[in-house]
């Protein structure tokens, strides 16, 4: 039986640009792009991909920072009917290369200050046919720019999806083994573009300008395509270094209307002085995702800015559609009936929230249970991978692997997880990835990783160490990190033992190191934070 076609996404660019042909559409600096010229140049790459063989299916790796190729890579994608493999640019070259390999990428596109990561992704990859490069290609590399300009005015159609094709695969990690891709899929996508102007946005025309803050490889490439459903300007930042004072500047200058971030870095924001020498009242809505705010941040953002925060909570497989905390559900005084601290909001529109036992059941309103999801916001599965899409989609449910419970009134609240991943500065990191790159090293006989609390950047790592040899320091260790794991991974302290602490049934458990590191003063009582 055919299935039915659905609306290839790279349809919202188009209709952009037949509606606002003249506005701007991505700005950077001081140069902006038109929608007309932004879909041109789409319209342009795509026809020469397809040129040099690209087909319905094939996969897009790309490693770039935040720039107007990497903003056009994946509609470039959606309209070939291809799937957009984007990377967090601060990974390794080793770590690129397994992104490479897993995604079966065909064609990458790179920037031309990452060599070494194409290198690395040449040698991962047989079946790597292309590397286009943004900037100065090498020998046996295409010009990105070249490709554009020679194909301008090329006729070219959308390829005819079906609402079940991936066209993004979201790369997250677990707490066994490598990343794994999320595919995410042209009709999931459609969903959670509506469903985001609906519920984190409302209200959103072509008069409102939006600012990146961070890679748009994953949630703020998410939020881009938000503006560009609507026609309005996306603002980058002019580098990849976050400084606040610029930041705020091209806030007032360009009447910014909203955002996408951490809680973290609207900490760093609201903190600089330059909140209060510049004009942002036209923000209307800062949103939040990634980690849960410290109450006291959360005070210090509403006081600066105003009734502008939203939060949500949501994964990489759902595309962070799990719950909303709207602007309406945030107050500065605990005691406000508006104030709902501690709750991460109520279930997305279309989106049903459960708490499930061991056993897969739902357990009464204020019990703790499993965080699970249903509804068009899913993903399709793990590429590759149906042992963890049969375990992360069994019963009918998504398992998010975090703890929770739902008030009587539906209202969610995130009590734990249940794997030992911990989020740093809005970034998840997975212990046993770094534990794995540090017992390489010769002198380290055993070693945990495990996340604890911290004021600026929510959460940081400390690795225990059992060690071979009396000479091996922390200094040893990070060296020994140095492009082998990317730098936010990193443990931030490094602690060494006499051995690790076991279960009776011979396991690590990290609950009893985290005792004992509490135990022994060398980090703080997490309940006493």
Known sequence: MSQAQVMNLATLLSQTAAQFPDRPGLIQGAVWWSWREINARVDAMVAALRALGVQQGDKLLVQSRNNRALFESCWVAFRLGAVWVPTNFRLTPAEVAYLGSSSEATVMLAED?????VDAVRAASSGLRHVVTIGQPRAGELSYEDLVRTHLGAPTAPATVTADQPLWYF???GTTGRPKAAMLTHGQMAFIVTNHLADLVPGLTEEDTTITVAPLSHGAGIHALLNVARGGANVLLPSEKLDPAVFWRLVEQHRV?????????????VEDPAVDQVDHSALRYVIYAGAPMY????????????????QYYGLGEVTGCITVLPPAMHAVDDADAHAHVGSCGRPRTGMEVAI??????????????????RGPGVFAGYFNNPEATAKALRGGWFHTGDLGRLDARGLLYITGRESDMYISGGSNVYP?????VLLTHPGVAEVAVLGVPDPKWGEIGVAVVVRRAEALDAEALLAHLEGRCAKYRWPRQFFFWEALPRSGYGKVTKNDIRRQLVARGE?????MT
């Open 113 to 117: 200050c990452f060599p070494g990561h």
């Open 171 to 173: 790369y997250t990690s």
């Open 257 to 269: 209307t909203h955002l996408f971030t951490v809680p973290t870095i609207v900490k760093m924001l």
């Open 295 to 310: 109450r006291a941040d959360q005070r210090l953002a509403l006081q600066k800015l105003g009734p502008v925060l939203v």
């Open 356 to 373: 499930l036992d061991a056993a897969g059941q739902p357990v009464p309103a204020g019990t703790v249970g499993e965080i699970c999801c």
């Open 432 to 436: 046993r990835e770094v534990e794995e």
């Open 523 to 527: 980090i703080e009582d997490p309940a």
